[in-house]
């Protein structure tokens, strides 16, 4: 106010680049509050002081019904023991249960497991330059009970082919030993061509007997005991076995079979 009446300075700024930086920086904040919230695994960032800075909802569910009000600001001890109180633990358990997850924010890093609301989850934690604590928590329920699944149906499998082996051995046993008996049966001996034929039937028996014993190899391999015998095999021999049990398929075929003549000159080689 002057006496020639009323005055008025102004003074103006351009302060265009400073909301741009504003803008950016909000616009920044918005992406990273978005791709944290994509997040499927349960995320939670916590301060050096172990108080919890951001979340995404995945995190929020697992203190729904145990704590009212907004996380954030809310420590790790104390949102640890209220889920301990959640879970009617006694005073020791709930002191444990507080150890066990300040233990996980506080350390360099670590891997963890925890149990909430009957799921099981891996807890990833790693510190941040700030000396807070970015913790991520999976999911691991569904892999779990597939493991335990297999588990059990590699286990049921075993145990259905060793029983099964036994149970196959019995007949087998039994065939092969008739057919040793009438090979050597003295009072009524076979011709020719019928010990021929029987010779097909204690081979192929003997045969089989081997299979069974590698279907119980098979259980051993799974359980990382398989025995090796390493010994000389004879590669002719051998192979002629292979021709003979093969022969009465390939005759009902109509198929030759024929053997190399360098076979023979091969001799033994070392095998299991």
């Given at each position: 106010?002057?006496?020639?009446g ?26 990273l ?8 695994d ?51 358990q ?35 330059q ?10 691991r ?28 051995r ?5 065939v ?46 799974e ?50």
């Amino acid at each position: 106010e002057l006496d020639d009446g009323r005055h008025v300075i102004a003074a103006i700024r351009d302060i265009s680049e400073a909301v741009q930086t504003r803008r950016a920086a909000q616009l920044a904040a918005d992406h990273l509050r978005n791709a944290v919230e994509c997040i499927e695994d349960a995320f939670a960032v916590f301060d050096p002081e172990g108080r919890l800075v951001t979340h995404n909802s995945a995190f929020q569910r697992l203190y729904e019904g145990v704590l009212a009000g907004p996380l954030i600001g809310r420590s790790v001890a104390e949102l640890a023991r209220a889920v301990a109180v959640a879970e009617g633990l006694d005073a020791a358990q709930q002191e444990a249960l507080v150890q066990q997850r300040v233990g996980l924010v506080t350390q360099p890093a670590s891997v963890g497991r925890l149990e909430r609301l009957g799921r099981v989850y891996r807890v990833v934690s790693r510190r941040t330059q700030d000396g807070g604590a970015v913790v991520v928590m999976s999911d691991r329920t569904e892999e779990l009970q597939r493991e335990e699944a297999l588990r059990k149906a590699s286990a049921a499998k075993s145990d259905f082919l060793s029983s099964m082996s036994h149970e196959l051995r019995t007949p087998l046993n039994a065939v092969l030993g008739f057919a040793q008996l009438l090979r050597r049966d003295r009072k009524a001996p076979l011709n020719e061509r019928q010990l021929g034929m029987l010779e097909h039937i204690v081979d192929g028996g003997e045969h089989l007997l081997h299979l069974i014993d590698d279907v119980l190899d098979l259980t051993r391999i799974e359980a990382g005991t398989v025995p090796f015998s390493i010994e000389p095999v004879d590669v002719a021999s051998t192979v002629a076995q292979a021709v003979t049990t093969l022969a009465p398929m390939a005759a009902r075929a109509e198929v030759e079979l024929v053997v190399d003549p360098s076979v023979a000159a091969v001799g033994a080689v070392t095998a299991d």
